[in-house]
């Protein structure tokens, strides 16, 4: 299934690249840190900070943007999503930032440019909570975390 979204490129973001999918079977489209081309921003470990990506955009109603974390930055810098993953609503119009975290031993710079997460587009389901009295029983019950065991 495909569906356009509308995305407008804000002046800090020109000539940067919008969100592609940089293969035919992926799930999701790189986003690239749009910070001033002179200068890094440097993620010290334990640091978090909000990156912008330089566009904002126009999800269609039932469809939800998910900001996930880019695997190799995870596993080579131990950089990610601190919120992972980050929900983009359909009604939010503003600049689309990623939050990262570096939780390696060394500092991150993170250059105008460079791929910093990925954005996922996925349909949203909405629920209807119903007050009820009590709950039908069932073979794990209440048990809690763990409770399945690990094996």
Sequence with gaps: MTIDINVQRLPHGQNLELPFYQSDGAAGMDLYAAID??????????????????FAMALPVGFEAQIRPRSGLAAKHS??????????????????????????????????GMRIAQMIIAPVTRAQ?????????TQRG??????TGVA
């Design 37 to 54: 081309a002179t200068s890094t921003l440097v993620l010290e470990p334990g640091g978090a900070t909000a990156v912008p990506t330089g």
């Design 129 to 137: 909570l119903n007050e009820v009295d009590s709950l039908d029983d």
């Design 79 to 112: 950089v990610t999503v601190l919120n992972a993953p980050g929900t983009i609503d359909s009604d939010y119009r503003g600049e689309i930032k990623v939050l990262l975290i570096n939780h390696g031993t060394q500092a991150f710079d993170i250059t105008r």
């Design 142 to 147: 209440a048990g809690g975390f763990g409770s």
